[in-house]
């Protein structure tokens, strides 16, 4: 890791299985969960279930812009969700339609319920996760500290 610095932080794990009903919007019940559970390093342990609607930033986007975002309307199997959950969270997902073809990028909104999200939360229990702007990258990007 030529360049990174970072200070390991040794964590017990929570782990809270929970499960959204069709209709809602999962980012939002996701959102809606850890603030009522008042986590504070919340992440997707695994995800499966279905939306039909999902918009998604795709690779590339420029910082600031809202630029190479797509909304999908249809039936899809979610096939991963990934990432972080603290402040407006920072999640990435693949989803797969009726062929089997594949697409994913990062959560932007409207992940609209279909049949069912079955997830798994976890969370580092002496930790806390905040986004601060990175001046290298430019986007809001994870820092972990240890809880005090």
Not at 31 to 57: E, M, N, Y
Not at 129 to 144: A, N, Q
Request: glycine fraction near 8%.
């Amino acid at each position: 890791m030529s360049g990174t610095k970072y200070q390991p932080i040794k964590s017990n794990l929570q782990v809270y299985p929970v499960r959204f009903l069709p209709d809602e919007d999962l980012k939002e019940c996701l959102k809606r969960f850890v603030q009522d559970a008042d986590l504070k390093a919340p992440f997707i342990l695994t995800c499966c279930g279905s939306l039909k609607r999902a918009k998604i930033r795709l690779a590339d986007a420029e910082v600031g812009k809202d630029n190479k975002t797509i909304t999908l309307d249809g039936r899809y199997e979610i096939i991963s969700l990934v990432g972080t959950l603290n402040g407006n969270g920072h999640l990435h997902i693949s989803l797969a339609d009726d062929k089997g073809q594949l697409i994913g990028g990062h959560v932007v909104s409207d992940l609209i319920i279909y049949t069912t999200a079955e997830v798994v939360i976890g969370e580092c229990n002496d930790t806390l996760f905040s986004r601060d702007t990175c001046d290298k990258s430019g986007w809001d990007e994870l820092v972990v500290t240890k809880k005090n």
